[in-house]
């Protein structure tokens, strides 16, 4: 039975050896799914798309769909697949119209629907077109919006932008968060990038080894990461002692080649292990147990001579550190 | 100087044997050109009984090619998707036919559907249906030995295609028959097409299968194979020029095959 009084998604998923995690969402809600690879993200889509067998329970707007168990085309959902799976055989609008001619809609009624969708994507100029002859761009909007026409309850998003040109995919992030604006069902969106999160996404969910490492809104989440993948992605720092995390930016960080003397209380040393530009600074990646990020100046670079192997001392000053509790 | 010269001349044995062999494959053929009858090939295109087996070679080439799409296809589907015990088993034995000498094939099927048969026996005493030397054991015999040709195409294409656009489909609320229809068949298309024409290449020139369950008479049961190999001892040019239509019949398969099957990566 559905209980109109519970809404957006509430589930918990147990993929044995690979993922254990729990999510909920209001309607509306954006959920950026992260970590590194192997995290268990995609196999969380998958599960709740019931692709794959689990354990736990799915609940979304009320409808239970694990007990008794939904085929996957009984649940509301759209997926969109890192590849984009884009039918070969249809053009764009048969793509988009699929979706609704599955769930009976009349021909007409579909295509009419259909586009209506490439021409908010603003690609109804290339309705006709094979998958073949779409840019990637181009196909991912077309995913997008097949996806979305059967108006589900729940929007499962694989890594969007993944493949596409830099440019592309900004554009894209842009239309991508009007669309989402719209939408009332939950979306979850797995990203590699810190990018999509902080701007797609109201709520984070960051896995790591097929565990919730951390929940919490964007903001929080990039201020004070519990786990390294999370740090690097979002450019800070995180060390862990005892029960406090303490995070600290790379520009806090102080680059020298003997030990510093002073009240710098947290200094490391280790080799250099990559020296790239980043903005007008140049980012240095230390092997100090753990690695950590400084940001020196390319004059102190040269000065130093700071290349991979390069033996360094970091410092960094208490007041350019937030420490955070554990749990 | 081209990438091929600047390697060096092929090496004499190579080509030697090589003419060899394509003269082994043309002789024949260019000679049948040749010595068929071409001023009474009309006439004799006329002859009854070349009529009726063009006719019943034609009927039952066809009626096995709807038999593979109708009974194949769903073999090949259950083959290709459907993990269920005993399924490399099954295609294995789907495979027999292929190499089985046709006569064998032949005396199989009378064991199998004979009118004292296994199955044969009973379905005459029950229903008074006689299956051997009638036309539908001409197409039966045939579509014994094209199925597999048929199968084993469209199984490649269904594997080649993939599941993933039927999960795709099922995320978009398809049911699987939908998905069938829709998915499934329209991307499995090049190896249903490649299939249905091996499947016809094989029934036109059936031979073996055919006489041993079906026999060779005129009007219901003797197909162009049939009548070459009966006229062959009486009449050779009425066999010649025979043959000669079983070859074009046959390269025309072949070209329409080069078109839709052997150019589509």
């Known amino acids: ?327 | 100087m081209s990438q091929q010269a600047a390697l060096g001349r092929p090496p004499t044995p190579l080509v030697a044997l090589a003419a060899v062999a394509a003269t082994l494959l043309v002789v024949p053929l260019l000679t049948l050109v040749v010595d068929t009858p071409w001023g009474s090939f009309f006439s004799l295109l006329g002859s009854e009984a070349v009529l009726d087996a063009l006719r019943i070679t034609a009927l039952t080439s066809l009626l096995t090619v709807v038999g593979c799409l109708v009974l194949g296809t769903p073999l090949a589907w259950l083959l290709a998707r459907v993990d269920f015990p005993g399924r490399s088993l099954l295609r294995a034995a789907v495979t027999v036919p292929l190499v089985l000498p046709p006569v064998v094939a032949g005396v199989a099927l009378v064991t199998a559907l004979g009118r004292n048969g296994v199955v044969g026996g009973p379905l005459h005493d029950a229903f008074g249906v006689t299956l051997p030397y009638t036309t539908t054991a001409v197409v039966i015999a045939h579509t014994f030995v094209s199925m597999p040709f048929y199968v084993l195409s469209v199984e490649g294409a269904l594997r080649s295609s993939g599941e993933r656009y039927d999960v795709v489909a099922a995320t978009l609320g398809a049911t699987r028959w939908e998905t069938l229809r829709r998915v499934t068949l329209p991307l499995a298309m090049p190896g249903i097409l490649a299939g249905s024409a091996l499947a016809w290449a094989r029934s036109l020139g059936e031979f073996g299968a055919t006489i041993t369950f079906a026999g060779n008479y005129p009007g219901t049961t003797q197909t162009m194979p049939s009548l070459i190999y009966t006229t062959l001892q009486g009449d050779p040019e009425v066999a010649r020029t025979l043959s000669m239509i079983l070859l074009v019949a046959s390269v025309a398969i072949l070209a329409a095959l080069r078109n839709r099957w052997l150019t589509t990566p």
């Open chain 1, 1 to 327: 039975m559905a209980d109109d009084t519970v809404t957006g998604l509430h589930a918990t998923v147990a993929v044995p050896g690979r993922l254990d995690a729990a999510v909920t969402a209001e309607p509306g809600a954006v959920v950026a799914v992260i970590g590194p690879n192997g995290a268990g993200k995609t196999t969380l889509l998958r599960a709740v798309a019931g692709l794959v067998e689990m354990q736990g329970e799915i609940t979304v707007d009320g409808e239970s769909w694990t007990t008794p168990r939904r085929l996957v085309r009984e649940r509301r959902l759209g997926y969109v697949f890192q590849d984009q799976s884009l039918f070969p055989h249809l053009s764009a609008l048969g793509n988009v119209a699929f979706g609704l001619r599955a769930r009976r809609t009349p021909r007409r009624e579909a295509e009419a629907a259909a586009h209506g969708w490439l021409e908010r994507f603003g690609i109804d100029d290339l309705a006709d077109r094979r998958p073949g002859e779409l840019s990637g761009g181009q196909a991912q909007r077309v995913a997008i919006a097949r996806a979305l026409a059967p108006d589900p309850a729940l929007l499962l998003l694989d890594e969007p932008f993944a493949g596409l040109d830099v440019g592309v995919a900004t554009s894209l992030r842009l239309e991508l968060a009007r669309h989402l604006r719209d939408f009332a069902g939950v979306t979850l969106l797995v990203t590699h990038d810190a990018l999509d999160a902080l701007t797609l996404a109201d709520q984070v969910l960051v896995l790591d080894g097929g565990t919730v490492a951390q929940a919490g809104t964007p903001r929080e989440v990039a201020a004070r990461p519990r786990t390294d993948h999370v740090a690097r992605l979002v450019g800070l720092n995180v060390i862990r002692d005892g029960d406090t995390y303490r995070s600290f930016s790379p520009r806090a960080v102080t680059v020298s080649l003997n030990r510093p003397e002073g009240s710098a209380r947290h200094q490391w040393a280790g080799p250099v292990v990559s020296a790239v530009p980043h903005g007008d600074a140049v980012r240095l990646l230390v092997a100090a147990d753990p690695d950590l990020l400084a940001d020196v100046t390319p004059a102190a670079a040269a000065e130093l001579g700071l290349a991979p192997g390069q033996q360094v001392w970091l410092s960094v000053k208490e007041t350019a550190v937030e420490a955070y509790a554990v749990s």
